[in-house]
């Protein structure tokens, strides 16, 4: 019996442990999203601007549209809501609790982003699988995301991130899978491979622009594609390698991100209440035509959503920290969990004793803190090959922690530029980058036991996994709203620094 499991494991092994893994994303990220039936955090701004699609009024919001349309998609589908009056949607760009429909559910528009933050496991275990070649490993890792407290709140509302972050793990896979293809097999890297990649980018930065930072991605193929040439310092070979590789990678991306705001601004077919997002005559003119699909409409209207988005983000205010009531956070303090944000609480008294239901954001303290202790490790890797000339005992696996840290670290670097006020939210992505760069660093350093794949190897990431997964079933109460009392709270309240406040 011993061996006949094992033989079917290993035969079916690619096929087990994804069905698997996605059995149980879809157990974690499921359940209860359609609670509480009212809108926290920045719901309050996407649920009324998701109904203008479905309605066809035109908006303007400085976020690029794929995100909303397919919150507009989920709600069309699966809201369950018509019979319910959504005009108040369409009235503001911030629907207050007081004047959303009470009996309206958010089901439907929360849906794209739970289905595909739980399908985005798949991608991270796919990206782990091919470059360590050890499913048992990608499988163990793969928990960081399937049980991260912040990840999963987060994503299971009408919020942009899960979305965004489908596209930012889909386009890692298929960058993970190319070189490996190209390194282990030998296929060639073609025009095609840049093109699919600038297509997954392109819709990463139609939800997000920060998904922009995986234009690096090009650069690191590129430089695989090419590395033999760059060796040899063919510098015309390069050269004319780029004058291909350059629009196929670039044109995708602009095509695919010009092709959402042109069905955006096509959608657009009527103002409501003179609501006009200081559009030009011009423009306005072409919607009350009713031309909106035409090409002279689409210029007219990129051109006044690109000004209404820069001025946007011109009025954003900067981060306060001696505000009591600032929710935003200081880019170097995210890797620690630093600052937490109260999207939500319900208080009740149950028999005698107040009971408060949070909705808090707050990372897995397993998964983020050894996500930064992998970072430093594998910075410490580099450096030491780098500056000291230390030896390094897998080039290949190396390489791949230096294009992960380089993703963490470009990342960080480019959110630090920017002036306005950030959250905690904004380091998912990082997050994910420093996550697939602990599973390298591991099995850099066990390198030997992973390839022989060492009984107790494999018992020490399965008991890493088990951690991650008995720290977010502690915190789940508040991922999922369950009612917590003020004990019960300050059990959870471990470091001063993740600032919460419970609720008196």
């Known amino acids: 019996m011993k061996i006949f499991l094992q033989s079917f494991l290993k035969k079916y092994a690619q096929f087990i442990y994804p069905a698997v893994i996605l059995v149980i994303s879809l157990g974690v990220y499921f359940p209860?999203?359609?609670?509480?039936?009212?809108?926290?955090?920045?719901?309050?701004?996407?649920?009324?601007?998701?109904?203008?699609?479905?309605?066809?009024?035109?908006?303007?919001?400085?976020?690029?549209?794929?995100g909303?349309?397919?919150?507009?998609?989920?709600?069309?589908?699966?809201?369950?809501?018509e019979s319910v009056n959504k005009t108040k949607l369409l009235e503001t760009d911030y629907l207050t609790g007081d004047n959303a429909p009470p009996e309206m559910t958010y089901k439907g528009f929360r849906w794209p982003s739970t289905v595909m933050m739980a399908l985005s496991v798949l991608f991270f275990y796919g990206i782990l699988n091919c470059i360590t070649q050890r499913a048992w490993l990608a499988a163990a890792f793969t928990s960081l995301v399937i049980?991260?407290?912040?990840?999963?709140?987060?994503?299971?509302?009408?919020?942009?991130?899960?979305?965004?972050?489908?596209?930012?793990?889909?386009?890692?896979?298929?960058?993970?899978?190319?070189?490996?293809?190209?390194?282990?097999?030998?296929?060639?890297?073609?025009?095609?491979?840049?093109?699919?990649l600038g297509v997954l980018i392109g819709l990463g930065t139609s939800v997000?622009?920060?998904?922009?930072?995986?234009?690096?991605?090009?650069?690191?193929?590129?430089?695989?594609?090419?590395?033999?040439?760059?060796?040899?310092?063919?510098?015309?070979?390069?050269?004319?390698?780029?004058?291909?590789?350059?629009?196929a990678a670039v044109v995708p991306v602009a095509l695919v991100f010009l092709g959402v705001f042109y069905v955006h601004i096509g959608l657009g077919e009527k103002v409501y209440q003179e609501r006009t997002y200081k559009a030009s005559p011009e423009y306005l003119n072409q919607i009350r035509m009713g031309d909106?699909?035409?090409?002279?409409?689409?210029?007219?209207?990129?051109?006044?959503?690109?000004?209404?988005?820069?001025?946007?983000?011109?009025?954003?205010?900067?981060?306060?920290?001696?505000?009591?009531?600032?929710?935003?956070?200081?880019?170097?303090?995210?890797?620690?969990?630093?600052?937490?944000?109260?999207?939500?609480?319900?208080?009740?008294?149950?028999?005698?004793?107040?009971?408060?239901?949070?909705?808090?954001?707050?990372?897995?303290?397993?998964?983020?803190?050894?996500?930064i202790g992998g970072i430093i490790l594998s910075a410490g890797l580099i450096i030491g090959r780098y500056?000291?000339?230390?030896?390094?005992?897998?080039?290949?696996?190396?390489?791949?922690?230096?294009?992960?840290?380089?993703?963490?670290?470009?990342?960080?670097?480019s959110i630090l530029q920017i002036e306005r006020v950030m959250y905690l939210y904004h380091y998912l992505m990082a997050l994910l980058f420093g996550a697939i760069n602990l599973a390298l660093v591991f099995t850099y350093i066990y390198r030997d036991d992973v390839i022989a794949n060492n009984k107790h190897t494999i018992i020490n990431a399965s008991?890493?996994?088990?951690?991650?997964?008995?720290?977010?079933?502690?915190?789940?109460?508040?991922?999922?709203?369950?009612?917590?009392?003020?004990?019960?709270?300050?059990?959870?309240?471990?470091?001063?620094?993740?600032?919460?406040?419970v609720v008196r």
């Not at 509302?157 to 293809?181: E, K, N, P």
Request: charge should be positive.
């Open 68 to 81: 909303k349309m397919l919150m507009a998609v989920g709600e069309s589908l699966f809201g369950g809501n």
């Open 147 to 196: 049980f991260d407290n912040a990840l999963v709140i987060h994503s299971r509302a009408v919020h942009l991130d899960g979305i965004q972050l489908f596209f930012v793990l889909a386009a890692l896979y298929y960058f993970t899978r190319a070189i490996t293809r190209h390194i282990n097999h030998q296929i060639p890297i073609t025009w095609k491979q840049y093109a699919l």
């Open 463 to 501: 008991l890493f996994a088990l951690l991650v997964i008995a720290v977010f079933a502690f915190f789940s109460p508040f991922t999922y709203g369950f009612g917590l009392t003020e004990d019960q709270f300050e059990l959870r309240n471990w470091y001063s620094f993740w600032k919460l406040q």
């Open 387 to 413: 500056v000291y000339g230390n030896p390094i005992k897998d080039e290949k696996l190396f390489y791949w922690i230096c294009a992960f840290t380089s993703l963490y670290i470009i990342y960080m670097l």
């Open 292 to 371: 909106t699909w035409s090409l002279k409409t689409f210029s007219l209207g990129m051109r006044d959503n690109w000004k209404y988005m820069s001025e946007y983000a011109d009025g954003v205010p900067r981060l306060d920290e001696c505000k009591p009531d600032e929710n935003g956070s200081y880019v170097m303090n995210w890797p620690l969990s630093s600052k937490t944000i109260s999207y939500r609480w319900d208080r009740e008294v149950i028999d005698g004793k107040t009971v408060t239901k949070y909705k808090y954001l707050i990372g897995n303290p397993i998964v983020w803190f050894s996500v």
């Open 32 to 66: 209860f999203y359609g609670s509480p039936q009212a809108m926290f955090w920045d719901e309050n701004y996407h649920v009324p601007n998701a109904q203008k699609y479905i309605d066809n009024v035109m908006y303007m919001e400085p976020h690029p549209p794929l």
């Open 208 to 247: 997000k622009v920060t998904a922009a930072i995986l234009l690096v991605l090009f650069v690191m193929l590129y430089g695989v594609d090419q590395w033999s040439n760059i060796k040899r310092w063919n510098w015309l070979a390069l050269t004319k390698r780029l004058a291909v590789t350059v629009p």
